[in-house]
């Protein structure tokens, strides 16, 4: 990589990743003929002074596809987010320089996909302690001979500085090679005094599947989406304010390449009016007792008659 990265040390951090609508671990951002597996990454409590690949932090690379039927020039680009694209009370990252992309640029022919590390840098400053910044890195074509305009995707980046230096020690490491499936649940024409079974609403059972060549320790749970790296979409109201959801099993192991189906249900309280009201909640599958924990998201909808 030119240079070694100084990820030495064990992180008190929690490290979740949103990725948008579809059907992999990590559901793609879709553009034109241009697909990036990353929608939007939290981390937390990184230190001042290292340099971090958040694929070896966290076994989370970058995945861009070309979705088309033509060959594509892709260049990756690290970004100052303007106002309007900061999200959970982050700044801007202060210097450009802070973030880069390896590689930064490459050709891709039809459905042909490249794994890019996205790398972190952060300057030994003990001002940052406790800040919290948003880089954007944007994955977009070179506009050819014949085309009007290039695509792009962004890929946000929300990483918190801790408060206290590294402390030499263990190299600090994660997986999010876990997918959780599918990333969406309805639940449509819901009443209040009744109990609702997820695996009625669903072709196919809710799973968890270990997609990486160690044994993952697991824990299932619902997230307040207002903790969570997503938002509530228009007109929605947070499912866990209205009803009581229960995952089963909650806990469990997974060999490298095993998978859970999980059952739960989803109870509405006699007396709420339900009535053209829309939910939804956040299902977190996280993998704990590893330095670095990871976590990835499903989403419950749940719709009033």
Same mark, same amino acid.
């Given at each position: 990589?030119?240079?070694?990265?100084?990820?030495?040390?064990?992180?008190?951090?929690?490290f979740?990743?949103?990725?948008?609508?579809?059907?992999?671990?990590?559901?793609?951002?879709?553009?034109?003929?241009?697909?990036?597996?990353?929608?939007?990454?939290?981390?937390?409590?990184?230190?001042?002074?290292? *340099?971090?690949?958040?694929? *070896?932090?966290?076994?989370?690379?970058?995945?861009?596809? !070309?979705?088309?039927?033509?060959p594509?020039?892709?260049? /990756?680009?690290?970004?100052?987010?303007?106002?309007?694209?900061?999200?959970?009370?982050?700044? =801007?990252?202060?210097? /450009?320089?802070?973030?880069?992309?390896?590689?930064d640029?490459?050709?891709?022919?039809?459905?042909?996909?490249?794994?890019?590390?996205?790398?972190?840098?952060? =300057?030994?400053?003990?001002?940052?302690?406790?800040?919290?910044? $948003?880089?954007?890195?944007?994955?977009?074509t070179?506009?050819?001979?014949?085309?009007?305009?290039?695509?792009?995707? !962004?890929?946000? %980046?929300?990483?918190?500085?801790?408060?206290?230096?590294?402390?030499?020690?263990?190299?600090?490491?994660?997986?999010?090679?876990?997918?959780?499936?599918?990333?969406?649940?309805?639940?449509?024409?819901? !009443?209040?005094?009744?109990?609702?079974?997820?695996?009625?609403?669903? $072709?196919?059972?809710?799973?968890?599947? !270990?997609?990486?060549?160690?044994?993952?320790?697991?824990?299932?749970h619902?997230?307040?989406?207002?903790?969570?790296?997503?938002?509530? =979409? =228009?007109?929605?109201?947070?499912?866990?304010?209205?009803?009581?959801?229960?995952? *089963?099993?909650?806990?469990?192991?997974?060999?490298?390449?095993?998978?859970?189906?999980?059952?739960g249900? %989803?109870?509405?309280?006699?007396?709420?009016?339900?009535?053209?009201?829309?939910?939804?909640c %956040? %299902?977190? @599958? @996280?993998? /704990?007792?590893?330095?670095? $924990?990871?976590? /990835?998201?499903?989403?419950?909808?749940?719709?009033?008659?």
């Amino acid at each position: 990589m030119g240079h070694s990265l100084k990820s030495q040390n064990r992180l008190a951090a929690i490290f979740c990743a949103l990725v948008l609508c579809g059907f992999s671990l990590f559901p793609d951002a879709w553009a034109g003929g241009l697909s990036c597996s990353v929608g939007e990454v939290v981390i937390e409590n990184l230190k001042i002074g290292q *340099t971090y690949s958040l694929k *070896t932090l966290a076994n989370l690379p970058l995945s861009v596809t !070309n979705t088309g039927d033509q060959p594509v020039t892709v260049l /990756i680009e690290p970004l100052v987010p303007g106002p309007g694209e900061l999200r959970q009370k982050a700044e =801007p990252i202060p210097q /450009i320089k802070w973030a880069r992309a390896l590689p930064d640029s490459f050709k891709l022919f039809p459905k042909e996909s490249k794994l890019v590390e996205m790398i972190i840098e952060i =300057p030994d400053d003990e001002a940052l302690f406790g800040k919290k910044f $948003q880089v954007n890195f944007w994955s977009h074509t070179l506009a050819q001979a014949g085309d009007l305009l290039a695509v792009g995707l !962004n890929s946000r %980046v929300i990483f918190s500085i801790d408060r206290a230096r590294e402390t030499p020690g263990s190299v600090p490491s994660g997986d999010l090679s876990l997918s959780i499936l599918p990333a969406e649940i309805t639940l449509d024409k819901v !009443n209040s005094g009744r109990q609702y079974r997820l695996e009625d609403f669903l $072709q196919k059972p809710l799973t968890v599947k !270990n997609g990486s060549q160690r044994e993952l320790s697991v824990e299932l749970h619902t997230v307040d989406v207002q903790k969570s790296a997503t938002t509530l =979409p =228009p007109g929605y109201a947070d499912l866990l304010g209205s009803a009581v959801i229960t995952l *089963t099993p909650n806990k469990f192991i997974l060999k490298p390449g095993e998978e859970k189906t999980i059952s739960g249900t %989803v109870a509405f309280p006699k007396g709420e009016r339900l009535t053209a009201k829309k939910f939804m909640c %956040v %299902v977190s @599958a @996280a993998v /704990i007792g590893q330095s670095v $924990q990871t976590q /990835i998201y499903s989403r419950i909808y749940a719709h009033g008659r």
